[in-house]
T-cell receptor, first 114, second 116 residues
Framework: DAKTTQPNSMESNEEEPVHLPCNHS???????IHWYRQLPSQGPEYVIH???SNVNNRMASLAIAEDRKSSTLILHRATLRDAAVYYC???????????????FGKGTHLIIQP | DSGVTQTPKHLITATGQRVTLRCSPR?????VYWYQQSLDQGLQFLIQ???????AKGNILERFSAQQFPDLHSELNLSSLELGDSALYFC???????????????FGSGTRLTVV
């Protein structure tokens, strides 16, 4: 199974950029890189995903290494509301069609200091 | 509001009992996924349904079962409940397309089950 490795926790200051790393050295060519976050007592929330190229949306940016063995989620200006557990997940596409359920690891607990 | 509705939000029941958790997916989404989150296990995938049919199974106990109805809502049935079944149960939905891995999930706010 394709797996990801993330730091257990990271700390940042409010209004500063945050770079959350993820290693996925066993990624296959058709695996998509997904990021979710979970705020306390809430369900996980989709943040962003990508395949090969860097991606931007209103919540964050995703930078994918050229060899795709790592990626970085970038929050451009962190707020206190960004304090959450961030999960980096590989979504695998099966050759016969269909994709697997998301397998959540432990994620990175992001702490934002005011 | 994510568009995925789960009821009830909270449920307290005794050991040995049976409960049913309900999920309505986001409009247009055909796939429904169930997850269990306990303090020591993290988010665990239980089961997936697509357009009424079971598509994939994860770490789902035999005491648990699920189904998806023609209107696409889904129910997770938990029976012979044990103290260890106390957890947050999340439902997520996803649209279908190709490749499927190019689509994200939308999660509901969960049902907190407490078994006493």
């Amino acid at each position: 199974d394709a797996k990801t490795t993330q730091p257990n926790s990271m700390e940042s200051n409010e209004e500063e950029p945050v770079h959350l790393p993820c290693n996925h050295s066993t990624i296959s060519g058709t695996d998509y890189i997904h990021w979710y976050r979970q705020l306390p007592s809430q369900g996980p929330e989709y943040v962003i995903h990508g395949l090969t190229s860097n991606v931007n949306n209103r919540m964050a940016s995703l930078a994918i290494a050229e060899d795709r063995k790592s990626s970085t989620l970038i929050l451009h200006r962190a707020t206190l509301r960004d304090a959450a557990v961030y999960y980096c997940i590989l979504r695998v596409e099966y050759s016969g069609g269909g994709a697997d359920g998301l397998t959540f690891g432990k994620g990175t607990h992001l702490i934002i200091q005011p | 509001d994510s568009g995925v509705t789960q009821t009830p939000k909270h449920l307290i029941t005794a050991t040995g009992q049976r409960v049913t958790l309900r999920c309505s997916p986001r409009s247009g989404d055909l796939s429904v996924y169930w997850y269990q989150q306990s303090l020591d296990q993290g988010l665990q995938f239980l089961i997936q349904y697509y357009n009424g049919e079971e598509r994939a199974k994860g770490n789902i106990l035999e005491r648990f079962s699920a189904q998806q109805f023609p209107d696409l809502h889904s129910e997770l049935n938990l029976s012979s409940l044990e103290l260890g079944d106390s957890a947050l149960y999340f439902c997520a939905s996803s649209p279908e397309g190709w490749p499927l891995a190019n689509y994200g999930y939308t999660f509901g706010s969960g049902t907190r089950l407490t078994v006493v």
